[in-house]
């Protein structure tokens, strides 16, 4: 149906278009299989996965806020044996660019990581995961840290030939510093944002809503900050960037590829309709034919200042 | 087989206290669902609230490719779902979960049905099936409850199948004043729990279901239950509806979504 240029050079990476999944919200893709054509997607950022298997945090461990829910999973995950054993096969039927997301406690797993999937068939990109809220083990989050981050990035880009992206925490007072960290240390891509921290508490039973009584929170309630963010990176750094935070439809994808996003991931959105990352993509094609576009590389980070009251 | 999309509501009426039974066109749930099998329900409404509902199958209908949920106004989306009419749309994705599996060889077992409010109309369509299935019906017993008369779900659809039907209230409104437990009590001093001739299906409120599976595990019988968690995608992805599930020396997370909602009792982990 594409009458418009719809694939995208990320760096290193390509990918047939602009539009993934991102990490956590689409499970190994099989999950969805029959509901959606993975073929058409533009890649599968699968679920955020660890050296060795983890069971992740006790219940409850989701809530739902206004027009978001705050997550505290735990990153219950397979481990990287399993993934390789068991998802990946499923993954390598498919065209789209399978992107696996990494995460660690400590810096040395993350290396090993890196260096056990490097090289392995089937999967495209890394995605550095330095930004996860949820860290069971009282863990920091690298990815608030511009020094944690250098380093930690500059180690697995000795590991790996792989193109890396690294996801960005929203959770800083100025999101360039660690971006530009993460391009120092090596980043090919950068991937923002993830989730940002919050709680819930029951005023009924005066008790936090999750055990873990912080979580991360996602959906369109994070859209404005996220778009800003996405933004204001877009000014600071030269490489890539993956925008995501709270997509809900082909708008909220044109807006942040308005801001400076080269690609979008579709998240929490996911979960209400298995197949937005399809209608995000469609929406895409059709917003790129009413604005006269050919290709849609031609509308990254063009958004414009409106005009204040007074020039009118 | 499983689908997502758009639906149209056929009817949507009030059948007790704060309780609809709603009809919705969908050929693929109407053809696959499974008595225990629950769908995701969304109405447009912004993002409020964000995610779907899970709803048991209550009734299916393939030949006019419609099937139904009854449900108990609670929240949010279940006053939504009040709220609309014959022609309007609801987003389903379904038949999804596990299913109630009939315990063998069918026609020699008793099959216990134990019921708790909303927790009815799954089992509904189990004994439906059983009776299908030419399942004796005094091999078929419904054990029915709620706090009053009122709150009770399917009755009338249960004492219509002819099956052995018991009804426990808390307040003594409709059948035995007390608990689903103390029916299966008497019933087992009676000598209709032999172990190794029953088997008990529960779904309904937590609390009844572990006291359930306290009384099957005391008295050997085993015992499915359906649990009910917040189940934010229903897909398998999120891992927001862990339960915990006993392992050889420990316990695994597994998903209520994909892995249930149907547990064998013994291996849950209640705490
Ligand atoms: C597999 C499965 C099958 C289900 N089948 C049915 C069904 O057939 N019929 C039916 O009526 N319901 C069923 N439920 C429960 C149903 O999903 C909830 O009632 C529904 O999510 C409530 O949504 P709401 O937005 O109206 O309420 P909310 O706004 O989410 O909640 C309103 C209030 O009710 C409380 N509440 C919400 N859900 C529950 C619950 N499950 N138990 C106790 N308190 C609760 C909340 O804590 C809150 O105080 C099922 C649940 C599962 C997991
Ligand atoms: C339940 C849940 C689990 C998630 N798991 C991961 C994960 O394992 N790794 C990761 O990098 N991000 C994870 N995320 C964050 C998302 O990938 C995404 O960055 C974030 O949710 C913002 O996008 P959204 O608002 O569109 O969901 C998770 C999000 C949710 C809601
Ligand atoms: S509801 Fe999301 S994994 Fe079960």
Request: aromatic share 6%; proline share 5%; charged share 20%.
């Amino acid at each position: 149906m594409s009458r418009v240029k719809m694939d995208v050079q990320l760096g290193p990476l390509h990918l047939q278009n602009p539009v993934l999944v991102a990490s956590g919200t689409f499970g190994y893709g099989s999950e969805y299989a029959d509901l959606v054509d993975l073929n058409r997607l533009g890649g599968i950022m699968v679920k955020g996965t660890t050296l060795r298997p983890r069971a992740g945090n006790p219940m409850p461990r989701m809530v739902e806020t206004a027009s978001g829910c705050l997550n505290a999973i735990g990153l219950q995950n397979v481990g990287v044996e399993a993934f390789i054993r068991e998802k990946l096969p499923f993954l390598r039927q498919y065209r789209c660019a399978v992107i696996v997301n990494i995460a660690a406690d400590v810096r040395e797993e993350f290396e090993e990581l890196a260096e056990r999937l490097d090289g392995v068939e089937g999967v495209h990109a890394l995605e550095l995961n330095i930004s996860c809220p949820n860290q069971a083990r009282g863990g920091i989050e690298f990815g608030v840290d511009p020094e944690a981050t250098y380093d930690v990035v500059s180690r697995v880009r000795r590991r790996t030939r792989l193109p890396l992206i690294v996801k960005l925490s929203p959770n800083v007072t100025d999101i360039r510093v660690t971006a530009r960290a993460a391009v120092d240390g090596g980043a090919d891509i950068l991937s923002l944002v993830n989730t940002f921290v919050g709680t819930a508490i029951d005023a009924r039973t005066r008790q936090f809503k999750l055990a873990n009584i912080t979580g991360g929170l996602s959906g369109p309630a994070i859209k404005p900050l996220a778009l800003y963010m996405v933004w204001k990176v877009a000014q600071a750094v030269s490489v890539p960037i993956i925008g995501m935070g709270g997509i809900m439809n082909a708008t909220d994808a044109v807006e942040f590829m308005l801001a400076g996003a080269s690609a979008v991931a579709v998240g929490t959105a996911n979960y209400i309709n298995p197949r937005v990352s399809i209608e995000v993509l469609e929406g895409i094609e059709q917003y790129l034919i009413e604005q006269g576009e050919t290709d849609v590389k031609a509308i990254v980070g063009t958004v414009k200042r409106c005009k204040p009251e007074s020039e009118f | 087989m499983r689908c997502a999309e758009y639906c149209e509501v056929v009817a949507n009426q009030p059948v007790a206290t704060d309780q609809f039974e709603i009809e919705i066109h969908c050929p693929t749930v109407a053809r696959y669902a499974q008595p225990g099998q629950f769908v995701q329900m969304r109405v447009q409404s912004g993002y409020e609230p964000l995610f779907s509902r899970p709803f048991s199958v209550f009734h299916r209908k393939p030949d006019r490719d419609t099937f139904s949920v009854v449900y108990l106004v609670r929240g949010t989306f279940t006053q939504l779902l009040a709220h609309k009419q014959a022609g309007d749309r609801v987003f389903v994705v379904g038949p999804l979960g596990n299913r109630f599996v009939v315990a063998e060889p069918q026609h020699e077992k008793v099959h216990v049905l134990v019921a708790g409010g909303v927790g009815a109309p799954p089992l509904y369509l189990l004994a439906e099936e059983m009776v299908h299935h030419g399942i004796a019906h005094s091999n078929v017993v419904v054990i029915n409850g709620a706090r009053r008369q009122d709150l009770l779900v399917c009755q009338g659809h249960f004492a219509g199948l002819g099956v052995r039907l018991f009804t426990a209230t808390e307040d003594g409104s409709a059948g035995i004043k007390g608990k689903v437990t103390d029916v299966l009590e008497s019933l087992r001093e009676q000598g209709d729990l032999a172990p190794e001739r029953c088997q008990i299906y529960a779904c309904g409120p937590t609390a009844m279901l572990e006291a359930v599976a306290a009384f099957a595990q005391q008295h050997h019988v085993p015992c499915q239950v359906s649990l009910e968690t917040l189940m934010p995608c229903g897909l398998g992805v999120c891992l927001g509806c862990a339960v915990k599930i006993r392992t050889g020396d420990g316990y695994d997370y597994k998903r209520a979504c994909v892995d249930g909602p149907i547990f064998d009792a013994a291996e849950v982990l209640w705490r």
